[in-house]
């Protein structure tokens, strides 16, 4: 049984993820809390696993995250959100979120992303991804012209190592869904089809040593 919190100032929306979470077998809301206010007052009622929380600077925002964290220090916390600036959504991963979804992603996507999230994994949905991978124009890239994310360089190093998805999601600590997505954009961005070319890149490119 996982024990879930959500965290959504947006009543309708709050009760719209309590009908999907409890739509699996071994999942129960505990409740609905939205503001950080509340959430303090039901901490003696609810012990929740994992706290699904609607993420935005100006409701659960950083100052909600730390108090999640001294509440419950063993809870995980996933961020289901409406698109954000790539600042709002490192700052949100910096300050203690563990996965992040954004709000459009289906019910599948949200059931894995418990699952993982509860397993000590992190699980970033496709879009989030790409937000965090957005090239900044203002920074140098080393990369012959080619944007790569620092988490993408490291998931080119571990392809190269030979590692296989499962591997390298546990050496990172991400979800495996995870991995394939950024494994899928990788070659997106290279251009390329398969694994062989992500080593043939990453030896042209001294990302890895032959």
């Known amino acids: 049984m996982i024990d879930i919190l959500i965290a959504n100032n947006n009543q309708i929306a709050g009760e719209g993820i309590k009908t999907i979470l409890q739509s699996k077998m071994g999942n129960r809301v505990l409740g609905i809390v939205n503001s950080t206010e509340e959430l303090k007052r039901q901490s003696k009622r609810y012990f929740p696993d994992l706290v699904v929380i609607d993420y935005e600077p100006d409701c659960f925002g950083v100052s909600a995250i730390k108090e999640i964290k001294k509440i ?12 954000l600036p790539k600042s709002t959504v ?5 300050n203690g979120i563990d996965s992040y979804l954004l709000s459009d992603c289906d019910k599948p996507e949200i059931m894995e992303a418990i699952a993982d999230t509860i397993e000590g994994k992190q699980f970033y949905c496709g879009m989030v991804i790409d937000i965090l991978s957005e090239h900044n124009e203002s920074e140098e890239n080393g990369c012959a012209g080619i944007s790569l994310s620092e988490r993408e360089i490291e998931v080119i190093k571990l392809i190269s190592d030979g590692c296989t998805n499962k591997e390298i999601a ?23 089809k398969n694994t062989a070319g992500i080593v043939i890149y990453a030896v042209k490119e001294n990302i890895v040593k032959t």
Not at 90 to 94: R, T, V, W
Not at 170 to 191: A, C, E, P, Y
């Open 72 to 83: 419950y220090k063993d809870t995980k916390i996933l961020a289901i959100t409406d698109s």
């Open 90 to 94: 490192h700052s949100a991963l910096k």
């Open 170 to 192: 546990d050496q990172l600590f991400l979800s495996t869904h995870t991995v394939n997505t950024h494994r899928k954009n990788i070659m997106q961005k290279l251009g390329i």
